[in-house]
């Protein structure tokens, strides 16, 4: 048997991401590593594709999951119209501003926005972008399943020249689909007694001010969290509440989380692959982590105000759910002295004493209180 190369590249979408080369194609600064510190300083170029400045991270937790990145719509201008055959979540970083969606041949739906609203663009409907105010650029942070959609299919046209609309999510129904009025709904999850309070709406116009978050207190993981929830959305998103001067317990999952900074905040996140160094990442309002698959990772506040944190998550699959791990959760009494040590010191620079329980540390049946969460 004889073998030959006529010259021609052969592209592997299967090892060689087909993301990773179709964004190698695209002429925006790409930023990767484990984190950024603060998207809103992230440095920005025109970006020909959305006819804007922007940047795009491209972050090791990712993995071909997920993508994320920032556009600039500079003061005073509407950028272009953009489409693509996926749904995008979009987050204000910064600004005030308007956007319009519509498919072709109806009529434009639009909606005003300010730093910290949270809406979806549903599959493939046009939108546009328009800046209000005229004195300083609008930010907004896009998050989609684009690598992993392009991984079964690498042809980008499919994504940015697919015509394919489906009419009835924007025009059929008989509330408008940008009402920034959320529904409460009850889930009860399908192994556990506890229920939890989802807010489905395509418009969130605040999250920080958002309301209503439960007491999260599986494993020790205590914190406050919330579904805010798109309707008839694959992309699950959530908000996370990290009371001052506390931390969550090290956990891992699968790839793809993107978790970002949506309040002031003083605090930092330890991310580690069992075995592995610790990557120690400051966080504030305006970070952004993923961690990668499998590796551990906790939240920590060492700062004298709630973290608050919005979190956008892979598919399902993705998340590892089916998979037994027994080491899913480190709990405090397994946990590296150095992490106790890092957190007081941390606060100790902030002046303020940590509110963690010493039994937590050394009694593996330890009791939380019920109201240590609301104790400031
Ligand atoms: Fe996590």
Same mark, same amino acid.
């Given at each position: 048997?004889?073998?030959?190369?006529?010259?021609?590249?052969?592209?592997?979408?299967?090892?060689?991401?087909?993301?990773?080369?179709?964004?190698?194609?695209?002429?925006?600064?790409?930023?990767?590593?484990?984190?950024?510190?603060?998207?809103?300083?992230?440095?920005? $170029?025109?970006? #020909?594709?959305?006819?804007?400045?922007?940047?795009?991270?491209?972050? &090791?937790?990712?993995?071909? /999951?997920?993508?994320?990145?920032?556009?600039?719509?500079?003061?005073?201008? &509407?950028?272009?119209?953009?489409?693509?055959?996926?749904?995008?979540?979009?987050?204000?970083?910064? +600004?005030?501003?308007?956007?319009? /969606?519509?498919?072709?041949?109806?009529?434009?739906?639009?909606?005003?926005?300010?730093?910290?609203?949270?809406?979806?663009?549903?599959?493939?409907?046009?939108?546009?972008?328009?800046?209000?105010?005229?004195?300083?650029?609008?930010?907004?942070?896009?998050? #989609? !399943?684009?690598?992993?959609?392009?991984?079964?299919? =690498?042809?980008?046209?499919?994504?940015?020249?697919?015509?394919?609309?489906? &009419? @009835?999510?924007?025009? +059929?129904?008989?509330?408008?689909?940008?009402?920034?009025?959320?529904?409460?709904?009850?889930?009860?999850?399908?192994?556990? %007694?506890?229920?939890?309070?989802?807010?489905?709406?395509?418009?969130?116009?605040?999250? &920080?001010?958002?309301?209503?978050?439960?007491? !999260? %207190?599986?494993? $020790?993981?205590?914190?406050?969290? +919330?579904?805010?929830?798109?309707?008839? #959305?694959?992309?699950?998103?959530?908000?996370?509440?990290?009371?001052?001067?506390?931390?969550?317990?090290?956990?891992?999952? +699968?790839?793809?989380?993107?978790?970002? $900074?949506?309040?002031?905040?003083?605090?930092?996140?330890?991310?580690? =692959?069992?075995?592995?160094? !610790?990557?120690?990442?400051?966080?504030?309002?305006?970070? /952004?982590?993923?961690? =990668?698959?499998?590796?551990?990772?906790?939240?920590?506040?060492?700062?004298? /105000?709630?973290?608050?944190?919005?979190?956008?998550?892979? =598919?399902?699959?993705?998340?590892?759910?089916?998979?037994?791990?027994? %080491?899913?959760?480190?709990?405090?009494?397994?946990?590296?002295?150095?992490?106790?040590?890092?957190?007081?010191?941390?606060?100790?620079?902030?002046?303020?004493? @940590?509110?963690?329980?010493?039994?937590?540390?050394?009694?593996?049946?330890?009791?939380?209180?019920?109201?240590?969460? %609301?104790?400031?």
């Amino acid at each position: 048997m004889t073998t030959k190369s006529d010259g021609a590249k052969v592209a592997d979408h299967w090892w060689e991401l087909a993301y990773d080369r179709w964004l190698a194609s695209q002429d925006v600064p790409v930023h990767t590593g484990h984190y950024v510190q603060d998207l809103r300083t992230l440095e920005r $170029g025109w970006w #020909s594709l959305r006819g804007c400045p922007g940047a795009v991270l491209n972050l &090791t937790g990712h993995q071909g /999951v997920t993508e994320a990145h920032v556009l600039e719509i500079p003061a005073g201008q &509407t950028i272009p119209p953009f489409r693509m055959a996926l749904e995008e979540v979009i987050y204000v970083a910064e +600004g005030q501003g308007l956007t319009s /969606v519509w498919a072709d041949g109806h009529p434009k739906v639009t909606f005003e926005w300010q730093k910290h609203s949270l809406f979806r663009i549903p599959n493939n409907y046009f939108y546009q972008l328009s800046n209000a105010r005229g004195d300083r650029p609008a930010l907004t942070v896009h998050v #989609s !399943y684009l690598p992993m959609a392009m991984s079964t299919n =690498p042809n980008p046209d499919y994504f940015f020249k697919n015509p394919y609309v489906d &009419t @009835s999510e924007l025009y +059929g129904a008989e509330t408008n689909f940008y009402s920034a009025q959320a529904v409460q709904r009850q889930i009860i999850r399908r192994d556990s %007694k506890t229920t939890s309070t989802q807010w489905y709406a395509n418009f969130f116009p605040d999250l &920080t001010v958002w309301d209503k978050l439960n007491v !999260y %207190k599986r494993a $020790g993981r205590l914190a406050y969290n +919330g579904g805010v929830r798109f309707p008839n #959305s694959a992309i699950r998103t959530g908000l996370m509440c990290l009371p001052s001067r506390r931390y969550r317990i090290a956990h891992r999952h +699968g790839p793809g989380v993107t978790i970002l $900074g949506i309040q002031e905040a003083q605090g930092f996140v330890i991310m580690w =692959p069992e075995g592995g160094d !610790y990557v120690v990442a400051p966080w504030q309002e305006g970070s /952004v982590f993923v961690p =990668p698959n499998q590796w551990y990772h906790m939240h920590v506040n060492s700062g004298a /105000v709630e973290n608050r944190q919005l979190r956008i998550f892979p =598919p399902q699959p993705l998340m590892n759910y089916t998979a037994p791990d027994p %080491k899913k959760y480190i709990p405090f009494v397994e946990e590296d002295p150095w992490i106790r040590k890092k957190f007081e010191e941390e606060l100790a620079k902030n002046g303020l004493t @940590s509110l963690m329980p010493e039994g937590a540390y050394t009694d593996p049946d330890f009791v939380w209180d019920e109201d240590w969460l %609301k104790e400031d």
